[in-house]
């Protein structure tokens, strides 16, 4: 059974806004309890197939040779996109005292980081009502609540022309509610063995492998129970699929401090200490000479540095431009722009407003998080189309073995929808749409990573 329904049209409600998430709301109530934090049955809304394997599917004749994913950080929908024509989006929150306010616009860049730790996901939720944003650490900044704030087409024009021109997934959630590490997680793998949080000591530098002894993370399991282990796992990654069949991937990342944080494969003990580490991993300012020289392999992971990655208070124009940059390099060579799908994506919420109360997931202690920016973006996306699939960062990997003839890892990329909706392959071909860099505001302030952070 697929993870939620398929319905991918243009989205025509039929009932109004308001009494749908009324309702909404009103099934979570009845479904979680209140124990310190949500504790939540194992057996929830969400549903998975008997087998942990499926039987492995592909989609004939498909041109796509290439899929790009692309991972910025902390965004949810209505941060980006709350206002874009046709989409579920909401441009005005609920205080904790039930009054609703019109969102905030957010400046660029904004002064701090909000926290975005698991714990803050559960109290912006709130049991559903999605009222608490504004109590979260970092949520008020100078005098302004900029947890419940969004960003305008005017402020982010580059990635609204995307979301115009290609496929607009209005109803793809984060996997985990929490902050970016378990999110990575599942954007290379069917799971995250329950972790919910980062590493700490944070001081300790990498994710994974790499950090100093003494270093855990935080797992959080189905019946609410939490232990800290060594950030070092063995469990299998879309790596080890992509190799078994000799399809060829790479990861672009910074190597260096701090932005090693980003090298999720690096808390995979297999991939770390195998041959891999040598031959898949490559610095990210190697991925537009690898796109214009023709050079990409079938799967690419492209992890932009700190300063370009969205992540607050980094101006999201930077961002954006470098974004620009990376794409037009796939663009500029006709030959890769006709066979790549890219999935641009944004890994957690980063503290910000959403108005759509994610489903449960298998793990109901920590699955799903809130609603993330994603767009699709190849010349076989469906164009101007708003796509309200239920997916999650397992849907990406769906699409990969879906459209190369892979088994799956888990029952949760397994039973997952693949994305196939956002896209046309029998229509003509959509031109490249390269676009010019804009001037940034003169201000960017980075700050490391903080524990509440990522």
């Known amino acids: 059974m697929a993870l939620g329904s398929i319905s991918g049209t243009r989205r025509r409600w039929s009932t109004p806004a308001t009494l749908r998430l ?7 109530a009845l479904l979680m309890v209140a124990v310190g934090v949500s504790l939540l049955s ?32 902390n965004r949810t929908f209505d941060n980006l996109f709350g206002a874009f024509p046709g989409a579920n989006g909401a441009t005005t929150y609920t205080d ?5 306010h019109p969102l905030n616009h957010q400046p660029d860049p904004i002064k701090n ?7 803050s996901f559960v109290l912006a939720y709130d049991h559903g009502k999605l009222d608490k944003f504004s109590l979260l650490p970092g949520a008020i900044q100078n005098g302004v609540d900029e947890a419940d704030s969004q960003l305008y087409q005017s402020d982010i024009p580059n990635y609204w022309a995307y979301a115009h021109t290609f496929a607009l997934a209005d109803k ?3 996997t985990i509610a929490g902050p ?28 994974g492998c790499d950090a100093v002894p003494g270093t855990t993370v935080e797992e959080r399991a189905p019946n609410g129970t939490t232990r800290r282990v060594f950030p070092c796992f063995n469990f299998p990654t879309l790596a080890d699929l992509l190799d078994a069949k000799h399809i060829s991937w790479k990861y672009y990342v910074r190597p260096e401090l701090p ?19 040598k031959t898949h991993m490559f610095d990210v300012t190697q991925f537009a000479s690898d796109a214009a020289a023709g050079l990409l392999p079938t799967v690419s992971w492209l992890l932009l540095p700190w300063s370009y990655s969205d992540h607050a208070p980094h101006t999201i124009c930077k961002g954006e431009n470098e974004t620009v940059r990376q794409i037009n390099a796939v663009m500029q060579n006709s030959t890769e722009w006709a066979s790549t799908a890219i999935f641009l994506t944004w890994d957690d919420f980063g503290g910000f407003y959403d108005h759509v109360p994610p489903p449960l997931g298998p793990n109901p202690q920590i699955e799903f998080g809130f609603r993330v920016p994603t767009i699709i973006i190849s010349s076989y996306a469906r164009p101007g189309y708003v796509d309200d699939t239920l997916y999650t960062f397992s849907s990406i990997l769906k699409f990969v073995e879906d459209t190369y003839g892979l088994p799956s890892l888990t029952r949760l990329d397994g039973g997952s929808n693949d994305m196939f909706n956002a896209f046309d392959f029998n229509q003509n071909p959509l031109p490249p749409l390269p676009l010019n860099e804009r001037r940034c505001p003169a201000v960017d302030r980075y700050v490391p990573p903080q524990d509440e952070g990522d």
């Open 22 to 28: 009324h309702l909404t709301r009103v099934v979570h």
């Open 42 to 73: 194992s057996t929830s809304l969400y549903q998975l197939p008997g087998a942990s394997k499926r039987a492995v599917v592909s989609q004939p004749g498909s041109p796509i040779k290439h899929i790009i994913i692309m991972m910025k950080e």
């Open 96 to 100: 904790p005292q039930g009054k609703v």
């Open 113 to 119: 980081d909000i926290s975005h730790s698991h714990d």
């Open 172 to 174: 793809f959630f984060s």
């Open 180 to 207: 970016s590490l378990p999110n990575h997680f599942f954007s290379i793998a069917g799971e995250d063995n329950n972790v919910d949080g980062l590493i700490k000591p944070h001081q300790a530098g990498a994710w």
């Open 259 to 277: 932005d090693s944080l980003l090298q999720t494969y690096d808390a995979i003990k297999h991939v770390r200490y195998g041959p891999d580490w």
